[in-house]
């Protein structure tokens, strides 16, 4: 299961970023992540479909919606349902990302401009386990990204920095036109939270990774 640190949960209650989210009405302080990251690498324009991995709360799905637009097709997938109320352009799915059947999803939806991923897993403390489990989430959400992205569509995902971080980059670096390290403003001095992103996924990728070939 995991953690619930949304906006009803009182370890928050001295937090800066969660009272402005419950001031401002957004599900989950880490709206000012995704608008940060937003800010600086200009990701989600009117009209940009999206795929947001590990969704719950809703707060990413909030500020997106609220740049896309109510033409644009966004889709939320979590293991815990969303329970706050998001305009009818927007659909979540209920479900474990590493049991996505991509090919399914792709006939669905069509191809995305954009994946985010802001999946974490439920903390234990050990370091030994949290890090090597973020980096498999991550390690999904790139490949659901490159079966799921149309060529030239953008990437942007969580990872807990840890040993494999440089391959990681790497790995974003070999697919996309452009990969970037980004540690937010936002991000509590103690965590090992790092999002890379790619801009610009390689045809070569696109094709090698479609779920709806073979
Ligand atoms: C930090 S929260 C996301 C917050 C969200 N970006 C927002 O703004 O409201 C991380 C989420 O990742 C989800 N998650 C972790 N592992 C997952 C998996 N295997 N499949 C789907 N969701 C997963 C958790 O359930 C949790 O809700």
């Known amino acids: 299961m995991a953690t619930r640190k949304g906006l009803g949960d009182k370890r928050n209650r001295h937090d800066p970023a969660y009272l402005r989210a419950k001031r401002e009405k957004y599900a989950g302080r880490a709206i ?27 707060s990413w799905l909030q500020y997106a919606v609220g740049k896309t637009g109510t033409e644009a097709t966004l889709v939320g997938v979590d293991l815990v349902p969303v329970e706050i109320a998001l305009p009818a352009n927007v659909q979540t799915i209920v479900g474990d990302v590493t049991k996505l059947k991509l090919d399914r999803l792709v006939e669905r939806f069509g191809r995305f401009d954009l994946v985010l991923s802001d999946m974490a897993p439920n903390t234990t403390g050990n370091k030994d386990f949290d890090i090597p489990t973020s980096e498999d989430l991550f390690l999904r959400a790139l490949d659901i990204a490159s079966a799921s992205l149309r060529i030239g569509g953008h990437f942007c995902a969580k990872v807990f920095q840890g040993g494999r971080f440089p391959e990681l980059l790497r790995e974003v ?20 939270e790092q999002y890379i992103i790619g801009r610009g996924l390689k045809a070569t990728v696109a094709r090698a990774h479609d779920p709806t070939e073979g």
């Open 32 to 58: 000012y992540k995704l608008q940060e990251i937003d800010q600086r690498f200009r990701l989600i324009k009117p009209g940009t479909q999206l795929l947001d991995l590990g969704c719950w709360p809703g």
């Open 173 to 192: 670096e070999s697919r996309f036109q452009q990969g970037r390290a980004y540690r937010c403003e936002h991000t509590r001095k103690q965590s090992r």
